[in-house]
């Protein structure tokens, strides 16, 4: 059991994934921090390949980040020490306060999770210390009875670290009545003592047309009802947790001039980093599936990070993309490749030891005159510098692997990191329309993404994207205030 004293605490389960947890703890984050209160997020075991650098040099799931954005207050490993980040074909690697483990299949990890309750009450302890609240986010659903024994993301958590849940369901997509009364059912009744009460999320509508169901909810689980809580247009202007809330491919964003394609791989990461594209009125963004043909009016295309570099390699030149994006540059258009993106626009990439997948190499799109070969220790660092076009730049890095290769010789950007030493990033080519980089969240950067723009044609409508982030974060905590009894789930914690 966690250690006795420190900050209260209180936990958010879900009926199932996607059902909003990460927003609402974002959200009451940043109205609690708005109240004056020392406020930490927590999610114990993350699954997710969209990921953020810490401070501490590590990494932790990309909503944590968020969350920590929304109490002010810089993100740390202790924020989310267990995040399991998918690979094709071999299951998931594990990142344990931070730092990668290994990589297990689903089966095997079971057997693994009794050795991550101790890091993890670690970490909570290490927040409760320096907060007067910490908010907890759990994993998938807390129905999931059959993953129950050994569970260190939801009711396994709750129980050992004494913390009273708040149930989420959500009405948007049907069922929400079955979903929070059939949870009550399935669960132990140790562990459906551990509920405190509930909230339903993403209400269209008259909420009056549902307060017979919140009572019918209350009386068949004897769960006190904390709120119904309308949806909130705001909230699309925050960064999805993962590819489940990605929109249907071949759906789009934006009514802008310029368009940029993304290509949705399989096994594509930190896909955040289009969001500021999106937020942008002269572009619009497609992120479609890659068996749909790049268009021939398209601006840029961009090929994401990706956590399995040679599988989805593999699968963008099975669709018939590769000859796709080699009639795009012919055309004049522009290509960029970011993270595993930069090493699939090469010429080679080799996995020797089998890090991602099955041990072997493939020819890249050969773009860029690089080869890359996978392995060592991963780079984990925030850093700032000028592109090749003299425009200033801020993002972070977060790859395995050497790449190397003439095109090296123009790189895409000139970095410094805290000491101040300057060094290349990434290759141009093609008159500078083909260019690869490992620094993700350049599009955040103002400048950068007005420059991408010019470049492409385009002019930006002047948009302060962090500032936009902030004000949807504050329009949610006051959402949540409206909609939500904070001060009864206050009252609760513990």
Request: proline share 5%; hydrophobic share 45%; net charge negative.
């Amino acid at each position: 059991m966690t250690k006795a004293g420190g900050a209260r605490a209180l936990m958010f389960q879900g009926t199932g994934s996607d059902v909003g947890k990460s927003l609402i703890v974002a959200g009451l984050a940043r109205a609690l921090t708005l109240r004056g209160l020392k406020v930490r997020p927590f999610k114990p075991q993350n699954m997710s390949n969209n990921a953020a650098v810490t401070l501490d040099g590590g990494e932790i799931g990309r909503a944590q980040a968020l969350q920590a954005r929304a109490a002010g207050v810089q993100p740390t490993v202790h924020m989310n020490p267990v995040l399991l980040k998918p690979q094709s074909g071999m299951g998931a690697q594990v990142v344990v306060q931070g730092k990668v483990l290994g990589s297990w299949k689903a089966a095997d990890f079971q057997t693994l999770k009794p050795s991550l309750m101790a890091p993890v009450l670690e970490s909570l302890d290490s927040l409760r210390a320096e907060a007067d609240i910490v908010l907890i986010e759990g994993a998938g659903s807390a129905s999931e009875v059959n993953l129950r024994q050994n569970d260190i993301a939801n009711m396994g958590l709750a129980r050992a670290a004494d913390v009273p849940v708040v149930l989420i369901g959500d009405i948007d997509r049907g069922g929400v009545i079955a979903s929070l009364v059939g949870t009550r059912t399935v669960l132990d009744p140790a562990d459906a003592a551990m509920v405190c009460g509930f909230l339903v999320n993403r209400f269209r509508g008259d909420p009056a047309l549902f307060a017979d169901g919140m009572d019918r909810i209350a009386a068949d689980t004897g769960w006190r009802a904390f709120g119904l809580v309308p949806h909130i247009d705001d909230a699309r202007r925050l960064p999805a947790e993962d590819a489940l809330a990605l929109r249907q491919p071949g759906t789009e964003k934006g009514a802008g001039t310029l368009l940029v394609i993304a290509p949705m791989l399989p096994s594509i990461s930190n896909f955040d980093d289009l969001d500021p594209l999106e937020a942008e009125p002269g572009v619009t963004v497609r992120r479609q599936s890659p068996d749909i043909p790049i268009p021939g009016d398209a601006d840029l295309v961009v090929l994401p990070g990706s956590k399995a570099t040679i599988a989805d390699l593999r699968a963008l030149k099975q669709s018939g993309l590769d000859i796709d994006i080699a009639a795009h540059v012919r055309r004049g258009g522009h290509v960029l490749g970011i993270c595993g993106g930069f090493q699939m626009l090469g010429c080679c990439v080799r996995d020797e030891a089998g890090l991602e997948g099955e041990a072997g190499s493939i020819r890249g799109l050969g773009l860029l005159d690089i080869e890359t070969s996978l392995g060592g220790d991963k780079r984990l660092v925030a850093v700032r510098g000028t592109s090749f076009s003299g425009a200033t730049l801020s993002g972070y890095e977060m790859h395995m692997g050497q790449t190397t290769g003439a095109a090296m010789a123009q790189p895409f950007a000139h970095i410094t990191v805290s000491a101040g030493a300057s060094f290349p990033d990434g290759a141009v080519g093609h008159n500078g329309r083909v260019v690869g980089t490992y620094i993700h969240g350049l599009f955040s950067d103002d400048t950068q993404r007005a420059d991408w723009i010019k470049r492409l044609g385009g002019r930006s409508g002047g948009l302060d994207y962090e500032a936009g982030v902030d004000a949807a974060l504050d329009a949610l905590a006051a959402h949540l205030e409206t909609h939500l009894d904070i001060d009864a789930m206050l009252a609760l914690a513990r």
